[in-house]
């Protein structure tokens, strides 16, 4: 525990044989449970974490944590409801099976998704069962070993101490994070960050690929676990839900960590394009949920005007484009429609961000 709050860690893993052992083995003491997530690796991590786990309860160390029940009173329907709701969406996640025999006192849970699923469905199932033993803070790291457990309690107290709903780390502001990052990712986690700025509304935000988090419980149940993109979005698809469900946000320093002996399976040429549709996608679905339909907000009028405007103006600026390099003379009607539609539509985007920006500062703790 941790000032007398539940602490758990959920590792997600795929082939992560050589690595999980020191991943698990440096872990801090106040973690209450290691949740590993097996992404069904086809090495040896599933056997290599069940003899961690045996290791681990040959020394006595347990907690009981039983699984979450709401207790029926008069009052409380509404909160009977969401329970039912989370026991039926179990058949949303990737098909699972959690391995300990005794799983309410073992520090090691062992979770093996029967198909892959991706990193973010590994979470996701991770973050499912912490939700459901009412974890206070749960965190994420890396199966292997690129993130230093010894920056665990720094990226925890906030939401320990200070109820902030979601801490990340930030490897971007770090003073060697020029020297150390290879600049492929630097210039790829760069772009990526600026579409999330965006798409999330939290504005002030960097370094949005780094995947060492903590979550508090309210921020879990806010959220849709099982809707959580599967893939290497996953951070970013987080950021968008938290901002629609009012959540806090904080950003802590952390240090960038390669050549530690870890195989990286991302693609930086695939990502790239696949992550910056996932966060156009989620742009719109955050104008429309977060301000037509939870609570209407005039930046949703500024921002619809803008993209109506300026893509009214695009046959226009063709029109005019084409003239001037065939020589043809062009009255002044398309010229007036563009440059109306083009100015307009410009400070249409600039006054919706500005009041997202606005909007969104309080969320930025």
């Not at 400070?347 to 969104?360: G, S, T, V």
């Amino acid at each position: 525990m941790l000032k007398g709050r539940t602490v758990a860690v959920v590792v997600p893993c795929y082939n992560e044989e050589t690595q999980i052992g020191f991943v698990v083995e440096t872990m801090p003491d106040f973690v209450d449970r290691i949740v590993i997530v097996n992404d069904c690796s086809p090495d040896r991590t599933a056997e290599v974490v069940k003899e961690l786990i045996a290791r681990d309860r040959a020394k006595g160390t347990s907690l009981q944590i039983p699984p979450h029940k709401v207790v029926r009173t008069r009052w409380n329907e509404a909160e009977l409801v969401m329970e039912e709701e989370s026991a039926r969406q179990m058949a949303k996640y990737v098909p699972s099976e959690v391995v300990n025999e005794q799983p309410e006192t073992d520090r090691i849970i062992l979770i093996n998704n029967l198909r892959n699923g991706g990193v973010g469905a590994g979470i996701a199932r991770g973050y499912k069962w912490c939700q459901d033993h009412a974890i206070d803070c749960t965190a994420v790291m890396a199966g292997d070993g690129q993130m230093d457990p010894g920056e665990l309690e720094r990226i925890c107290m906030p939401v320990i101490q200070e109820n902030i709903d979601y801490v990340k780390g930030n490897r971007l502001i770090h003073r060697s994070a020029w020297l150390v990052i290879p600049r492929v990712r630097f210039f790829g986690n760069s772009i990526l960050s600026i579409l999330t700025k965006l798409a999330s509304g939290y504005w002030r935000v960097s370094d949005t690929q780094t995947g060492y988090t903590a979550i508090g419980l309210r921020a879990m149940q806010a959220i849709k676990l099982h809707n959580i993109y599967r893939s290497y979005g996953m951070p970013n698809d987080m950021l968008v839900k938290l901002n629609i469900a009012q959540c806090t946000l904080r950003e802590v320093e952390i240090k960038p960590i390669y050549r530690v002996g870890e195989q990286s399976k991302m693609k930086v040429g695939k990502v790239i394009p696949r992550v910056s549709r996932l966060l156009i996608k989620s742009f719109f679905i955050r104008l429309y949920r977060k301000y037509l339909f939870k609570d209407f907000h005039p930046l949703f009028i500024f921002y619809n005007y803008a993209f109506l405007a300026i893509l009214i103006s695009l046959p226009y600026a063709w029109k005019i484009g084409k003239a001037f390099l065939t020589g043809t003379v062009l009255n002044t009607e398309p010229l007036i429609a563009f440059l109306f539609l083009a100015t307009s539509g410009f400070q249409a985007l600039i006054f919706a961000m500005w009041m997202d920006m606005q909007d969104n500062e309080r969320l930025y703790k």
